[in-house]
């Protein structure tokens, strides 16, 4: 069956550094858009980070671009989320994401999330 696993959360002091992974199996993981999203608590789950298929192109949320990079390997089936001088702001849960679209149906699978907690 189809499963995302996040790893790599935890506690972290700010402008700290943390390495998000996210392995995949049941599907076909070099096809699939991936991407990180993140809900802090009473806030909607807001878009981190996504990256290409097979091109591998990037886009970032504005607050994460310089921080953040995202990156797949498609050999390991695992895409990874690089974060940079952590704010406290960055408190999450982080989730991993999957999605194609094909001709006639839309492909959404989700991890069950890894808690980032930034603090002093």
């Known amino acids: 069956q189809v499963q995302l696993v996040e790893s790599g959360g935890g506690l972290v002091q700010p402008g700290g550094s943390l390495r998000l992974s996210c392995a995949a199996s049941g599907f076909t993981f070099s096809i699939y858009v991936m991407r990180w999203y993140r809900q802090a608590p009473g806030k909607e789950r807001e878009l981190v980070a996504g990256?290409?298929?097979?091109?591998?192109?990037?886009n970032y949320a504005d607050s994460m671009k310089g921080r953040f990079t995202i990156s797949r390997d498609n050999n390991k089936n695992t895409v990874y989320l690089q974060m940079n001088s952590l704010k406290p702001e960055d408190t999450a849960v982080y989730y991993c994401?999957?999605?194609?679209?094909?001709?006639?149906?839309?492909?959404?699978?989700w991890g069950q999330g890894t808690q980032v907690t930034v603090s002093s």
């Open positions: 994401n999957a999605h194609r679209a094909g001709w006639n149906k839309v492909y959404d699978y």
């Open positions: 990256i290409g298929n097979v091109g591998g192109s990037t």
